[in-house]
């Protein structure tokens, strides 16, 4: 399983925040002025992903200097290894060639109609704060040209619904790109996503904007305040996070290197002349943080963008001990869209997709991955060795696309009407993280989840089962037999040493798999029977 939580935009903090450190705000505090600066800018960016990349060069197309702090070994953030589907309506030009019409307030409209739900009954759009809505649609034009401006080419097609989640649903405004030259420095996993990001980083470069990678934020600074004002935001402190691989023994280097600053300094202090702009808005790797949301989100969830980005929520966090406030929180629990679900990738800590060979952080991720082609080749147990659920039945619902309710009048309570209801087919995630017999206090933590299937499966899946196409350090198992296997399962996030072969058993008689077509007990056609997790 992955989680792949929703992010909130870039925040841009400067004159006017109320310093709330000393009413008990929770985050990495305010930093003591510093006796000098090591660098300083006009504008300084914390994160080069795709929001920190364009802010930089809105900022630098404004005549600012700026420097971009990133504690990554090279650009790209989370964006970089997404899928490179990007949503922007509101009457694109790519919307306007191909006779799409739209338009900011059509946008606006689709994106606050509280009577939007998804087949399991949840709402789309409801709790979407009308103020950023509102900002996002009247941008949306002007950020597609933007990113046109600065050397982004989509896909030459008419916008769709394709990876599209909570569009809306009176225009079609999913947009893509594609990457082509693979897997290698300058893309970590061949995903769409470079195809976003370094056109960016380009753009930037050429602009001036120079970069501070491998260091990490590690407070703001602002000026002493008063009792009538508070102080001004007057800079970032930062310090040096080199990633090294295993078995290496000089860090990781970012593709391109114009307007890097080199150093190697443990701390570095930079001032802020004008503005800081917080655009690390991930919070998905710090599980206290995103168990405020939902606490059955335990450590043994595998979390999206990992190990080249790390979502640790320190610009949030940041935020707030300015005095900043998270606003839109229950859009962060949702049973809709894509923010949870289930992953097609086994065998493999890091299962957001299958992995390239030729990806630089190989080292790190240790195995491709199994891709999931037909769900009627495996089961999918828990921990205890208990199937669960149906294996074919969906994730969240999808969220809100294009012409999805048919006939359709905005604000209307009729729409409802035109929905089936159908909990059944979207509740996988809940059936996964329930408690079961081997779940312990204080969390109760579901644990690992473990797909079964035999040599047969893996051959008709054409998987290759061993390394580096598995994990076999805790992510994949084989053995003769159900018993053997159960025995054999050993993972960080197994509570207890799977006893319920029995369980196993039982979950893969036709009596149980009479909606498979392969409805042989696994194990029974070929002496191997195998367990990768999910």
């Given amino acids: 399983m992955e989680y792949n939580q929703m992010k909130p935009g870039s925040t841009s903090v400067g004159d006017g925040a109320t310093d709330a450190a000393a009413s008990g705000a929770v985050g990495s505090g305010i930093g003591k002025i510093p006796k000098s600066w090591d660098l300083e800018a006009d504008v300084v960016v914390i994160g080069a992903g795709a929001a920190g990349l364009s802010a930089a060069i809105k900022a630098a197309d404004a005549g600012a200097s700026v ?16 899928g490179g589907n990007v949503p922007l309506g509101g009457g694109t030009s790519a919307q306007r060639k191909f006779g799409i019409e739209d338009s900011p307030d059509l946008v606006f409209r689709d994106l606050t109609d509280w009577s939007i739900v998804q087949p399991n009954g949840w709402p789309d759009y409801r709790y979407n704060d009308r103020a950023v809505m509102r900002a996002f649609a009247d941008h949306c034009v002007q950020t597609y040209e933007f990113l046109l401006a600065n050397g982004v080419n989509f896909k030459d097609v008419p916008p769709d619904n394709q990876g599209g989640h909570n569009l809306g649903n009176s225009a079609p405004r999913e947009n893509h790109l594609i990457w082509t030259k693979g897997a290698g420095p300058e893309s970590p996993n061949a995903r769409g996503g470079t195809a976003l990001i370094r056109p960016l980083e380009v753009s930037a470069r050429a602009k001036g904007v120079r970069f501070l990678l491998n260091y990490k934020m590690t407070s703001l600074v602002r000026e002493p ?215 312990e206090p204080p969390d109760y933590s579901a644990g ?66 009479s909606r498979r077509r392969h409805s042989t007990p696994l194990g029974a056609r070929r002496s191997c029977t195998i367990a990768a997790r999910v």
């Fill in 448 to 513: 690992p989840v473990w797909a079964i299937f035999d040599a047969d499966a893996a051959e008709r899946e054409k998987w290759k089962l061993t390394p580096p196409y598995v994990d076999i350090d805790g992510y994949f198992f084989s053995a003769k037999t159900l018993r053997e296997l159960a025995a054999a399962i050993n993972n960080p996030y197994q509570a207890k040493p799977m006893d319920g072969a029995t369980w196993i058993s039982a979950s893969l008689y036709p009596g149980t798999r």
């Fill in 225 to 439: 305040g008063s009792e009538q004002k508070t102080g001004r935001l007057i800079g970032v402190t930062a310090r040096n996070t080199p990633r090294i691989l295993p078995g290496q023994t000089t860090p990781l280097k970012s593709f391109r290197s114009d307007g890097n600053i080199e150093t190697t300094q443990s701390s570095v202090a930079i001032r802020a002349k004008k503005s800081v702009i917080l655009a690390t808005g991930g919070s998905t790797s710090n599980v206290n943080f995103r168990r405020m949301f939902d606490p059955r989100l335990t450590d043994v969830l595998q979390v999206a963008g990992e190990p080249y980005t790390f979502q640790d929520g320190s610009g949030e966090l940041a935020a707030m001990a300015i005095g900043a406030s998270l606003w839109g929180l229950a859009n962060q629990i949702l049973e809709n869209g894509d923010n949870i679900r289930t992953k097609r990738a086994l065998a493999t800590r890091y299962n957001y997709m299958t992995w390239e060979l030729e990806s630089p952080i190989f080292p790190l991720i240790r195995a491709t991955g199994l891709n999931v082609k037909d769900w009627q080749d495996l089961i999918l147990v828990n921990q205890v060795g208990k199937r669960f659920y149906d294996e074919t039945k969906g994730d969240y619902p999808h969220g809100n696309v294009y012409n999805e309710i048919n006939p359709y009048t905005p604000n209307n309570y009729r729409n409802n009407e035109n929905i089936k209801f159908n909990p059944t087919k979207h509740n996988f995630f809940n059936a996964a993280v329930a408690m079961n017999e081997h779940s």
């Fill in 67 to 82: 420097i971009v702090v990133e504690t990554n070994y090279d650009i790209g953030g989370h964006a970089i290894i997404s």
